[in-house]
């Protein structure tokens, strides 16, 4: 649906990079980008807004304490994990894949290895034949240090066993347990941390988490989730949760970098709108997400076409404005993109709307873009890590009033939000006209939802969170010792 590429190229403060420069630099930025995780070994592949990222390295603070003319002294903030040096952790995936759950646990999985923990890796569903995914995803666990074994066989098991801590990584992992570990199951649970990130009903199933009330604990990424997951456990399933904390994701230090980097964004911008075919005063909306009809592409669509009426009808003055839907795969959503794509034939917007095939490197589409949509339905993101990724780009978020993005986005303040479902179609286009016809609204947003991610979205913010529950799980094994 994009435009053919147009070759022209601007001054960005005052430095005219060469082609082959350009070529360099983005390379580079890419390759610095958390979106890359995995993208190095493979660059096609995409998931959701969840969007997990490469190793995230506390960033200490440093402050110089004393110089002089013979020495510097810096004082470095401790890590908040270095309590975790050389306690054994087996981290079970229900699969390894470019999904957010599985991408998330390996960022748990440097972590650990950044501050001298001994790792272990398996995970339960893996294909049958050698898959690409899964072959680049364990050797980038391996080259850092991480043990990968299979689910099924006794190293697992005896693993398991003399672990200092167990985290299970998803609700689907629970299924693990008696399948693998039998009669060893009780001797396990004081020590399981589960790290739930599902929203859909279909994932309370006795068959997955009857062990949940003798965990040692769950975490889970957003407090409407958790409260979720409380109620929906009680009433459906007649079983109490155990102590449950929650742990708001945090922006990698990678992808902090390239946001704060103004001439970085400005190539990015540039080489992301000449490949689209658009100018740079062009506004873009765009939905960075796996395209699903949960993600709410669909509707995006509606919205955004009745925004051109509303602004065709009021005879509002504003740039030539454009859809952009980062996360196509026809192979996986054939039926539901073919209803997008003749949704925008039909509507005559072709030359407005644009699809974008699934990809990791999600930086380029951030530093191009003037607002992200987060219109995730039902109960919405769990957390949603690409909303605060476009705020660290200093991008106003439109975002459905639900789940984990109502932790993250201050209404009327760094975003607007909507209600799901068709009723908020209308609201979402009203939102989409006010931001274009306002720069100055777009720009304080921004600004705002940058600060935000300042204050409580870094990569340092959750290795703090993460630490203090595992020193919490931890303390209690120590003070009730399991056989």
Partial sequence: MAKQQHHHHNNLAGWAPTSLQKRWLLALLIMLSVSTLVGFFIKSAFDSCDRPHSNFDVAASQKPVKVNSNSISIKTAPNPLSFMKSKLVLLVSHELSLSGGPLLLMELAFLLRGVGTEVCWITIQKPSETDEVVYSLEQKMLVRGVQVFSAKGQEARDTALKADLVVLNTAVAGKWLDAVLKENVPRVLPKVLWWIHEMRGHYFKLDYVKHLPLVAGAVIDSHVTAEYWKNRTQERLRITMPETYVVHLGNSKELMEVAE??????????????????????????????????????????????????????????????????????????????????????????????????????????????????????????????????????????????????????????????????????????????????????LTMGKRGYERVREMFLEHHMARRIGSVLKDVLRKLKSHPHS
């Avoid at 080489?271 to 995006?300: C, M, T, Y």
């Avoid at 339905?377 to 459905?400: D, H, K, N, S």
């Avoid at 789940?403 to 609201?427: A, F, M, Y």
């Fill in 261 to 442: 980097d103004s001439v970085a964004k400005r190539v990015l911008r540039e080489h992301i709108r000449e490949s689209l075919g658009v100018r740079d005063e062009d506004i873009l909306f765009a939905i960075i997400n796996s395209v699903s009809r949960g993600k709410g592409q669909d509707l995006f669509l509606r919205s955004f076409y009745e925004s051109l009426q509303l602004i065709q009808e009021r005879k509002l003055k504003v740039p030539s404005m454009h859809a952009v839907i980062v996360g196509s795969d026809m192979t996986a959503q054939r039926k539901f993109e073919t209803e997008l794509r003749n949704y925008v034939m039909q509507k005559k917007i072709q030359d407005r709307v644009h699809f974008i095939n699934k990809t990791l490197t999600v930086a380029p589409y951030l530093a191009a873009i003037d607002v992200l949509v987060q219109n995730s339905q039902a109960r919405g993101e769990c957390f949603g890590r690409i909303t605060i990724e476009a705020m660290a780009f200093q991008l106003p978020v439109l975002g459905t009033a639900v789940g984990g993005t109502t932790e993250i986005v201050v209404n009327g303040t760094t975003g607007l939000l909507h209600s799901v479902r068709k009723e908020g179609v209308t609201p979402l286009a009203t939102n989409i006209v006010k931001l274009a016809t306002h720069v100055e609204r777009r």
